[in-house]
């Protein structure tokens, strides 16, 4: 399979740059060879269409979700912000959804049941852009180390307390 940022994409997917840049955020995932790109660029009016929607899959069978598809909706939604459309449903537990529509689309049991065997994201080129400086700046944040334990006194070495009381 080709891939774009280390994710693969499915043999025949066609992208354009905008997708690509879709496909550069998802590649900030900590659990990335879990996932794949399914769907580009098709000859729809819709976002995918206009080239800037792309569809995500993780390994699910058939119209089924799977717990690495939950994992990647999950860790994806803390940005839904930044995306004009987020959707996908977990097969397995159907009250367990991330929807983000346009205004005047509807989340209907057919849109959602189509969205249970892979994850469909689409953002505007803007907004991309500002998705992608925040991950590139959490990815540059380093945790500090855990402070080092306070050793307790013992009776062969003098602490500060010990030496006061003296």
């Known amino acids: ?66 717990p690495r598809g939950v994992a990647f909706a999950q860790w994806m939604w803390q940005y839904r912000n930044y995306f004009l459309e987020f959707i996908h449903r977990n097969a397995f537990n159907r009250s367990q959804r991330w929807v983000k529509l346009r205004p005047g689309r509807t989340a209907s049991e057919s849109l959602l049941l189509a969205h249970e065997n892979h994850i469909h994201l689409a953002a505007t080129p803007e907004s991309l852009a500002l998705l992608l400086q925040h991950l590139e700046r959490q990815a540059r944040v380093v945790p500090l180390p855990p402070p080092a334990p306070i050793p307790a006194p013992t009776d062969s070495l003098p602490t500060a307390i010990h030496f006061l009381r003296g």
């Open 1 to 66: 399979m080709p891939t774009v940022a280390g994710v693969s994409v499915r043999t025949g997917v066609q992208l354009t740059g905008v997708q690509q840049t879709l496909i550069r955020a998802v590649a900030y995932y900590p659990n990335l060879p879990q996932v794949y790109v399914t769907s580009g660029l098709r000859d729809t009016s819709d976002y995918h269409g206009r080239g800037w929607a792309a569809d995500f899959g993780f390994g699910g069978v058939g119209r089924t979700t799977s």
